[in-house]
């Protein structure tokens, strides 16, 4: 019995051993890593899981927005509020145009721009368009005194919640457009907060993935703003929907049962 053991022993260290061999000379044999293998040894020195390099791809985005909603207080003491606006606009790679007039300033596909719209300090911003672009509700802060502001464009602003919309009431005397279409942060709750703004006549809804029923929030958009045109969501939209298919056989046997007639 000792013998058998020892033997049964014996052939599975040679089978390791002969493993291990092969795995040698498998090494050996194998071409050199290549450029992107290396670096991404070089970069396992420094992040040990796909963890730790999404978190620092949060760190590195929110530090971003943080800088780009930075209130531009030192612009609006030194050119006034308005250009401080403006400014601030453009940086984030929006658009704007100023009351009575027709040009649009926006940035190139660069983000570079023109500073012209300097030369008249004292025109009020009317309509802006910063769809796609990081506003938050802190760089809210730079566009609160345009008192005469009567478009807003905030299409598939990723960083505009409904802590964003309650504070739009600060233009509820003056804006007539507001579009939120494609904000993926935005609820029914921020949409209830845009009761305040009595002059609003246009309102985009669309896409808002969020809202789990658009018809109906549509419905009480209307009746919270009577003068207003909730465009972007159809009345039937999350709505229950009658059944309108044809009646099998099982349902006439149900139907049988309970006394109900299909019809």
């Known amino acids: 019995m000792a013998a058998s053991l020892l033997s049964h022993g014996m052939r599975r260290c040679s089978a390791h051993a002969c493993a291990a061999v092969a795995v040698r000379r498998g090494l050996s044999s194998a071409a050199p890593p290549s ?18 390099i999404v978190g620092w791809n949060d760190w590195a985005r929110t530090k971003l927005v943080r800088s780009k909603n930075t209130f531009f207080g030192y612009a609006q003491q030194r050119f006034g509020d308005n250009i401080g606006a403006a400014y601030y606009i453009l940086t984030l790679r929006g658009s704007f ?31 802006v368009d910063l769809s796609g672009t990081i506003i ?8 609160v005194k345009q008192n005469k502001l009567k478009s807003l464009s905030l299409r598939g602003c990723p960083e505009v919640d409904d802590w964003f919309l309650a504070r739009l009431h600060v233009f509820g005397e003056s804006l007539v457009e507001l ?5 993926p942060c935005v609820t029914v709750g921020g949409l209830a907060a845009l009761q305040n ?15 789990q029923s658009p018809g109906l929030v549509r419905i009480l958009l209307e009746e919270m703003l009577p003068h207003c ?26 139907s049988a049962n309970t006394g109900v007639r299909h019809i």
């Open 35 to 52: 450029v992107f293998t290396r670096l991404l040894l070089n970069l396992s020195r420094y992040f040990y899981d796909v963890e730790h």
């Open 97 to 127: 145009r100023f009351a009575g007039q027709s040009e649009w300033f926006r940035p190139d596909s660069r983000g570079r721009f023109s500073y012209d719209f300097m030369s008249t300090p004292d025109a009020q911003i009317e309509e």
């Open 179 to 183: 579009d939120v279409s494609h904000c």
């Open 136 to 143: 938050n509700h802190n760089g809210l802060d730079n566009l």
């Open 197 to 211: 703004l009595r002059k609003l006549q246009r309102l985009d809804i669309s896409g808002l993935a969020r809202l």
């Open 229 to 254: 045109r909730v465009t972007g969501a159809e009345y039937e939209q999350g709505l229950i929907q009658p059944d309108t298919r044809e009646p099998t056989e099982e349902d006439h046997e149900a």
